[in-house]
């Protein structure tokens, strides 16, 4: 009797381990996969900034930093929990193992419907009735999803974009007097006011029906 319950044991924790393996190479896969996209959406961003419309450079760059957040904390999440089931008595974090394997399920399948091509990424340039609802509709199910730090590195890649953009148009030359690097102090006062900036955006936005 002893011996088969001892097998069961281990049979569980080799199927979860397996599980938790087999989710991490998709994870690699889509991360691979998922580059298409994030090339193209920096991309738009340029184009956006190239025109001046920064309210859709900034929501490409969003969707980028989500679809790569998304995919960097679910290989974490499944590589500590990896660890747990070869380190600790299986039977300890049985619960938090299947609900990890629940969880990254969940994302992949997130990550699925972000995958399902360029289609909905070229949306974000459209004009039509239709792309400004698809627009409407990533700006919301973004908003709240981000962490501040998260919108913060997305609004410092907007702004060397800009920089980019602008260097490649013809420009007075440039004065050669070193730019002074931020202090800490200033650095929060401007996340400060990106924050308070954000939150005053999206109270302006009428929430779906």
Do not use: W
């Not at 961003?45 to 190239?50: D, G, S």
């Not at 920089?163 to 490649?168: F, I, L, M």
């Amino acid at each position: 009797m002893g011996n088969t319950s001892s097998t069961n044991k281990i049979s569980a924790q080799d199927r979860a381990i397996l599980d938790l393996k087999n989710q991490r190479d998709k994870l690699h896969q889509y991360q691979k996969r998922i580059t298409v996209l994030t090339d193209r959406e920096t991309a738009i961003a340029k184009e956006c900034l190239a025109r001046n419309d920064r309210r859709r450079a900034l929501l490409a760059l969003r969707r980028k930093k989500y679809q790569e957040s998304l995919l960097a904390k679910t290989d974490a999440q499944l590589e500590q929990l990896e660890q747990l089931t070869n380190r600790v008595e299986f039977a300890l974090v049985q619960k938090d193992v299947l609900f990890g394997l629940q969880q990254g399920t969940n994302v992949l399948q997130a990550i699925q419907k972000e995958m399902g091509g360029l289609e909905g990424v070229e949306k974000l340039m459209g004009e039509t009735e239709e792309a400004r609802a698809y627009q409407e509709e990533v700006s919301q199910m973004l908003a709240g999803r981000m962490s501040n730090q998260d919108e913060d590195e997305v609004e410092d890649e907007l702004e060397a974009l800009q920089r980019e953009v602008q260097g490649s148009v013809s420009l007075p030359d440039a004065p050669t007097t070193a730019i002074p690097e931020e202090t800490e102090k200033e650095k929060e006062q401007k996340a400060k006011a990106r924050a308070k900036a954000r939150a005053k955006e999206r109270a302006a936005v009428p929430m779906a029906a």
